[in-house]
């Protein structure tokens, strides 16, 4: 039998960037929106996240070596594909490319922003708290920088949920894949709202 | 007597497999209702470029002339499709020719497909039947899904699935959409279904169904209207299914 390592590789890639990629980032961006409610709830919110027992095994299980499995091979398929949006302008080919770019800017993004955060949490240069995030978006540059970032990695998670349904053979029917566009059209909108609700919140108060 | 006239044709040129490609332009009269592949044929007659020099006649492949057999396939004004149903009179000029990119060049527009019979072999795309003795006649196919496996055996491996998928390129092994709706074909007919598993395994060898990216070109461009990425999201289905039996095991696995 001939190696069959790439079709599981593929496969694990696909599955990762849902569960736990994928939850994480919604309940990530869930959690965040506290600060809307206010300093003391979005205090109160990380801290219980920060507080729940074996967090560093769950974040290296559950956070760590996903994303990174995913980034890696990611980055692979990224730089083997051939862009051709020019002379096919479909709309699945530009969401093929899109899937691609938006890719690589959210590693690129959180690679800062881990570094940013958890990290200077963790080497005790920082505090998990309002004031922290508030401090790093209230310099425009890094503001857009955020909503780009929170952006990209929402639609490439969104999208992301679209090709998983076709991966693993759930949508086949081209009527069953048109509307699990709108589906993962609609979750693109309301996950960017919950992340950009928060970006306006900790930079501009409002 | 009006003068006669013509179709300026830009053709990408490639005198052998590894030398650089240029373009010519021709002058070829004009008739009416004529294929791209009647203009290649004047120029066969008459290899006289633009510029009035004498050239090597342009070279193409061609066989059923009804787009059936997929070898008359090149890139035609941006467009991969086959060239005896591309029509003149529906053509805006100058026509550019060029050999489709995926595959390697033998000659002018003349391309090698063997990655494309490779990728048959792979994933077993036809029924054994060899026996010594008489084996009777085969199971019976239920007309619904004869109805739908009939279109998916309108593929003639022509190659243009391949050109628009961005996946297929020498960065990457895989096999491209083609293949995959030919094995979901044999494993869809009933004595082909006796070797399903064996088709799955094909596409999940390496260079298979997983380097396909849902860039959905290929459906958009198949000449034949073949339903590709339902084939694909199918496979997918039953690959992953066929790995969950492999791994955890099952009576079914065979």
Sequence with gaps: ?206 | MAEQKTVTFIITRQDSPDSTPYEEIFEVPYRKNMNVISGLMEIRKNPVNAKGENTTPVQWDMNCLEEVCGACSMVINGTPRQSCAALVDHLETPIRLEPMSTFPVVRDLIVDRERMFDALKQVKAWIPLDGTHDLGPGPRMPEKKRQWAYELSKCMTCGVCLEACPNVNDKSNFIGPAAISQARLFNSHPTGEMFASDRLEGLMEDGGIGGCGNSQNCVQVCPKGIPLTTSIAAMNRATNIQAFKNFFGSDNAH
């Excluded at chain 1, 949006?85 to 699945?92: A, D, L, N, V, W």
């Excluded at chain 1, 929402?154 to 349904?165: D, E, I, Q, T």
Aim: a positive charge.
């Design chain 1, 1 to 206: 039998m001939a190696d069959q390592r790439e079709f599981f590789y593929r496969r694990l890639h696909s599955f990762l960037g849902v569960v736990p990629i994928g939850i994480f980032l919604t309940q990530h961006l869930i959690v965040n929106h506290f600060a809307v409610y206010g300093e003391e709830s979005f205090n109160k919110a990380a801290g219980f996240m920060a507080g729940l027992p074996f967090v560093l095994l769950l974040e290296i299980f559950i956070i760590y070596l996903p994303i990174l499995y995913h980034a890696i091979l990611g980055v692979y398929i990224a730089f083997t594909a051939n862009y051709n949006t020019k002379r096919y302008g479909f709309f699945r080919n530009w969401m093929f490319a899109l899937q691609r770019i938006t890719g690589l800017i959210t590693l690129v993004f959180i690679a800062w922003h881990v570094w940013e955060t958890r990290v200077q949490i963790g080497l005790g240069n920082a505090d998990l708290d309002y004031s922290l995030m508030e401090g790093i978006l209230t310099n425009p540059f890094m503001f857009w920088f955020y909503i780009v970032g929170v952006i990209a990695a929402v639609f490439h998670f969104a999208n992301g949920l679209w090709s998983v349904l076709v991966s693993f053979g759930i949508t086949q029917t081209p009527k069953s894949q048109k509307i699990a566009t709108y589906a993962c059209i609609l979750v693109f909108f309301v996950i960017s709202y919950l992340g950009v609700r928060t970006l306006i919140q900790f930079a501009y108060g409002i």
